[in-house]
């Protein structure tokens, strides 16, 4: 079966507000499969500077050859691009302030992870249950699933994941011990907690994002970015950043404000822009996705 296409998420509206200028300097913080910096790559052109951020060294290396062919394609009006094999959260180490023009950041899990079994990081194909987006290092999944009590577990699917039958969740997990794939730990789930009327997602969601979360830190590598954003922008420049679920955007939201209060970004975003019809049709992922912008003052 062939592999769905990558397609990047918001990509036009992403550029619009990211306004994106010939011989400018901007940070792709969340490479993924390079759909997103391709983009930037055309409209910066040879005199400026793209800087991309990514932990997984599988999707770095894929980007890495899209980059390549896209340089070919453009002769001499490619961008300088460095490629950075960290997490984002790193940007402040690595980037010298007031420098960027534009910041990135797409918070979704890239379709390579999705869609790559042995990844661990989805029930649609039975795999190892690891869920790191750096796989030279971490815990695993299924350390997390194995060594935690039932009531680490109950609360981190509650919080991360959002799941009100978490504790029951948590309990059958504790009592099926050990649990090594994806496979089993979707069915003890779906079997305790089986979908309700009118549920569009599997039983399992839930629970797999509170895994992922956990294992990736995701929200404490937000923090970092939101942090540090300000500082590496130079005046009148632009962070765009693109959340998948709720704890995420919250995120992005309170800090914008917070900022805003504190005169370090005019918020651009009155409300999360989010994918229209059409991009929602081609692109289910899209559909969860919301954006939302500032500018530096």
Do not use: W
């Amino acid at each position: 079966m062939e592999r769905p296409q990558h397609i990047p998420v918001l990509l036009e509206e992403s550029l619009d507000y990211l306004n994106v200028r010939p011989g400018g300097v901007v940070c792709d913080a969340t490479l993924g499969l390079g759909g997103h910096s391709a983009a930037i790559a055309r409209k910066l052109g040879g005199a400026g500077k793209l800087i991309c951020f990514d932990r997984d060294p599988e999707a770095m290396a894929k980007a890495q050859a899209r980059l390549a062919a896209l340089a070919e394609e453009l002769q001499g009006e490619m961008p300088e691009v460095r490629y950075v094999p960290k997490a984002f959260s790193e940007a402040a180490s690595e980037i010298e302030p007031g420098s960027l023009d534009g910041l990135l950041g797409d918070f979704g899990v890239s379709s390579l992870q999705l869609d790559e079994a042995h990844r661990g990081f989805s029930f649609r194909a039975d795999g190892p249950l690891d869920m790191r987006m750096d796989t030279r290092s971490g815990e695993t999944a299924e350390q997390v699933v194995n060594q935690e009590n039932e009531e680490v577990l109950a609360d981190l699917i509650y919080e991360f994941g959002e799941e009100r039958r978490s504790r029951r969740i948590a309990r059958a997990i504790v009592r099926a011990r050990p649990i090594t794939t994806t496979a089993e730990l979707a069915g003890i789930i779906s079997a305790v907690a089986p979908s309700m009327k009118g549920d569009k997602i599997h039983p399992a969601t839930r629970t797999f994002q509170a895994l992922r979360i956990r294992v990736n830190d995701e929200l404490g590598e937000i923090r970092s970015l939101l942090r540090s954003a300000g500082s590496l922008l130079k005046p009148g420049g632009r962070v765009v950043l693109i959340s998948f679920h709720s704890l995420e955007d919250r995120l992005v939201k309170d800090a914008f404000r917070d900022q805003a209060k504190a005169g370090i970004f005019d918020v651009l975003t009155k409300k999360p822009v989010v994918a229209k019809e059409q991009e929602s049709l081609r692109n289910p992922r899209s559909r969860s996705a919301k954006m939302r912008a500032a500018q530096r003052q």
